[in-house]
């Protein structure tokens, strides 16, 4: 057991753990907080992608315990006094789903994308979202969500 | 996953120290390797020590004639550096199709050294760029580092510390990804070395990296992708499953030898 500070969604979290805890099984089971989804389990398909210290990292493939000492957020901490994070809103302008369950993961994805490049085109959005698979959509109007997130014409 | 005792070391020295006091741990640096196999117990280590926040092993430096890369050095940050970038852009290249995003933002460089997946893309680049691994106690030349599948020379208590890839006059890197595990089915590094040596290096082919010295002898006498076509391939090279065949994989080799001789002469 061993004891970790987690800072999610900017409320500093103190918990003792089974060392082998993930971090999305913490976040999910111990928090309460269910957007975070778990989807293949294998490390494929990004449906538990988080930001760690502002940068995007499969949850189901970190423990808990690496995490002691960070800041973490989950697609809960995104909305800012009710109002939907940009690229929340531009997913549901563009219907980037259809089942919604890889969504959170995606939108975490890409609000990760524009952080490292702001204004992509279409090809490297898709490369960036490599490590998330949808299995409705075919990805276009998710593609079509993240440009237009970036202020690209979609 | 099994029951496992986390222990964080914040200096080389503890973490040689947790190492000597738990002989059969695992080291745990970005851990996207280690944690799915942990995951699914092919492995069960009994302690994991995690070196990932191990100052001493971050860092990049430019030797001018080569670049020191540290071992806990993400290849996020890699894919990024405007250094190697300039030095060895072939090394940004096969950064930037490492893995995705995710993957990048934990996993280091001497993690993927270490763990030596068959299929992994920074052993091909060490052992085309004649790069030299060095740990807390010695340093090897990647060709001899490179054992077997997830094998290599590293002996009980050794941690991979940084890794030197000699900046060479032109490299390029090729791979064929296998269509769902995105691993490369056939990988290949061709650099042409500051002295004007050429070494070609393939992964994900076979059960470890290989050279191929036709193929060196070949582009040494004509730096073209014409030159390589009638090159051997040595099939007790390369692996053979359900996924690819040693002909296809002979056949991928060529491919993307042919295709990264074209990137490395765009330099």
Same mark, same amino acid.
């Given at each position: ?8 969604? +900017? ?74 994070? $940009? ?17 959170? +993961? ?11 490049? $702001? ?18 959509? +075919? ?16 | ?95 930037? /199709? ?46 001899? =580092? ?18 030197? =890839? ?21 990988? /290949?590094?061709?650099?042409e070395l500051?002295?004007g040596t050429v070494r070609v ?8 990296? =290989?050279?191929?010295p036709a193929m060196e002898a070949a582009l040494k006498a004509n730096f073209?992708?014409?030159a390589v ?39």
């Amino acid at each position: 057991m061993s004891t970790v500070a987690i800072t999610v969604n +900017g409320t500093l979290r103190s918990e003792e753990i089974e060392d082998r805890l993930l971090l999305v099984t913490f976040l999910r089971e111990r928090l309460g907080l269910t957007g975070t989804h778990v989807g293949c389990d294998t490390s494929q398909c990004g449906a538990c992608v988080i930001h760690l210290d502002g940068r995007a990292v499969k949850s189901c493939t970190l423990l808990a315990a690496q995490a002691d000492g960070c800041e973490v957020t989950t697609i809960e901490g995104l909305s800012r006094d009710g109002l939907l994070h $940009p690229m929340q809103e531009a997913f549901r302008e563009h219907h980037g789903l259809q089942c919604g369950f890889c969504t959170p +993961g995606m939108i975490m994805s890409a609000v990760d994308v524009l952080r490292r490049i $702001p204004h992509p085109d279409e090809e490297t959005v898709r490369h960036e979202l490599e490590g998330n698979i949808c299995r409705c959509t +075919g990805y276009q109007n998710i593609v079509k969500a993240v440009l237009a997130a970036s202020g690209a014409a979609a | 996953m099994d029951n496992v005792t986390y222990h964080r070391a914040k200096t080389l020295a503890e973490a040689e120290r947790l190492l000597a006091a738990h002989p059969d741990a695992k080291l745990l640096a970005g851990g996207q390797t280690l944690l799915p196999i942990m995951k699914d117990r092919r492995l069960s280590p009994a302690n994991v020590i995690d070196i990932a926040r191990i100052p001493e092993l971050k860092g990049m430096r430019d030797e001018g004639d080569a670049l020191v890369i540290g071992a806990n050095t993400l290849h996020a940050d890699v894919l990024t550096d405007p250094v190697v970038r300039g030095r060895i852009p072939a090394l940004t290249d096969l950064v930037a /199709v490492l893995g995705d995003p995710h993957v990048r933002h934990l996993g280091t460089l001497g993690g993927a050294v270490a763990t030596n997946d068959p299929a992994g893309d920074y052993t091909a680049a060490l052992v085309a760029l004649d790069a030299t691994i060095s740990t807390n106690r010695r340093d090897v030349e990647a060709e001899a =580092f490179f054992v077997g599948p997830f094998q290599t020379v590293l002996g009980e208590g050794e941690i991979v510390t940084s890794v030197r =890839f000699p900046v060479p006059r032109r490299a390029g890197y090729e791979k064929f990804r296998h269509p769902t595990s995105r691993y490369a089915l056939a990988g /290949v590094f061709v650099a042409e070395l500051a002295g004007g040596t050429v070494r070609v290096a393939v992964t994900g082919a076979g059960p470890r990296v =290989f050279r191929l010295p036709a193929m060196e002898a070949a582009l040494k006498a004509n730096f073209s992708p014409d030159a390589v076509k009638q090159a051997e391939v040595p099939a007790s090279c390369l692996g053979s499953d359900i996924h690819a065949d040693r002909d296809y994989r002979a056949h991928l080799i060529h491919v993307m030898a042919e295709k990264a001789i074209v990137k490395a002469l765009a330099m």
